[in-house]
């Protein structure tokens, strides 16, 4: 008897790093300045996401709008994979030996997040992981547009996205998640692993 194929799901921010890289992303693409300026400029959208009145969806693509809208995306890849240095300084070594044993044990490794994937798939390439499940930016003509390609991988989208790869469970599901973004894909794993670090 075949034994079931294993995939090992990790959440990126907070988890397999220290801190929610998309803020961090941009104080490395546009400094500190301009990254307090952008949420100065988007603290309403802010606001009326905790006050429930958008979805994480909508303030989000309208903050990142404001950093990113117009932009070659070829240039903004570029910083994207300058970036992957700064990743390897914020990472939890703790999940990375997770992440490893996953892999020697032939394990198929893949990231599940709600940052955008330009950022997160250099680094993941470099670690021998070839499946990158994110948030994803529309482009036209080589400019990003400010709006999403796709829903922002978060909540229930994780589950979806993981549903719409592999239409059948007919596999054994390790998951790890630090927050309540991770909420579905934990219940929905077969070894889920909540990470509460302060």
Same mark, same amino acid.
């Given at each position: 008897?075949?034994?079931?194929?294993v995939?090992?799901?990790?959440?990126?921010?907070?988890?397999?790093?220290?801190?929610?890289?998309?803020?961090?992303?941009?104080?490395?693409?546009?400094?500190?300045?301009?990254?307090?300026?952008?949420?100065i400029?988007?603290s309403?959208?802010?606001?009326?996401?905790?006050?429930?009145?958008?979805?994480?969806?909508?303030a989000?693509?309208?903050?990142?709008?404001?950093?990113?809208?117009?932009?070659?995306?070829?240039?903004?890849?570029?910083?994207?994979k300058?970036?992957?240095?700064?990743i390897?300084?914020?990472?939890? *070594?703790?999940?990375?030996? =997770? +992440? #490893?044993?996953?892999?020697?044990?032939?394990?198929?490794? $893949?990231?599940?997040?709600?940052?955008?994937?330009?950022?997160?798939?250099?680094?993941?390439?470099?670690?021998?992981?070839?499946?990158?499940?994110?948030?994803?930016?529309?482009v036209?003509?080589?400019?990003?547009?400010?709006?999403?390609?796709?829903?922002?991988?978060?909540? *229930?989208e994780?589950?979806? =996205? +993981? #549903?719409?790869?592999?239409?059948?469970?007919?596999?054994? $599901?390790?998951?790890y998640?630090?927050s309540?973004?991770?909420?579905?894909?934990?219940?929905?794993?077969?070894?889920?692993?909540?990470?509460?670090?302060?």
């Amino acid at each position: 008897m075949l034994s079931k194929k294993v995939i090992a799901a990790f959440d990126f921010d907070g988890t397999l790093t220290t801190k929610d890289t998309m803020f961090d992303f941009l104080k490395f693409y546009k400094g500190s300045f301009v990254l307090w300026l952008g949420l100065i400029t988007g603290s309403p959208y802010l606001m009326a996401y905790y006050l429930g009145l958008i979805t994480n969806h909508e303030a989000k693509e309208k903050l990142l709008a404001y950093f990113i809208k117009g932009k070659s995306i070829d240039d903004f890849s570029e910083k994207c994979k300058e970036y992957e240095s700064q990743i390897n300084k914020i990472c939890h *070594q703790q999940t990375l030996d =997770r +992440l #490893k044993w996953h892999q020697d044990q032939g394990h198929e490794v $893949l990231i599940i997040s709600a940052s955008l994937d330009n950022w997160i798939k250099p680094w993941a390439e470099s670690k021998s992981i070839s499946t990158v499940l994110a948030t994803q930016i529309e482009v036209k003509d080589g400019v990003i547009t400010g709006r999403f390609s796709s829903r922002n991988c978060f909540g *229930q989208e994780k589950v979806n =996205r +993981l #549903k719409a790869l592999y239409p059948e469970k007919d596999y054994l $599901l390790y998951a790890y998640g630090d927050s309540s973004g991770d909420k579905e894909l934990l219940e929905y794993a077969d070894f889920p692993t909540l990470y509460k670090r302060k």
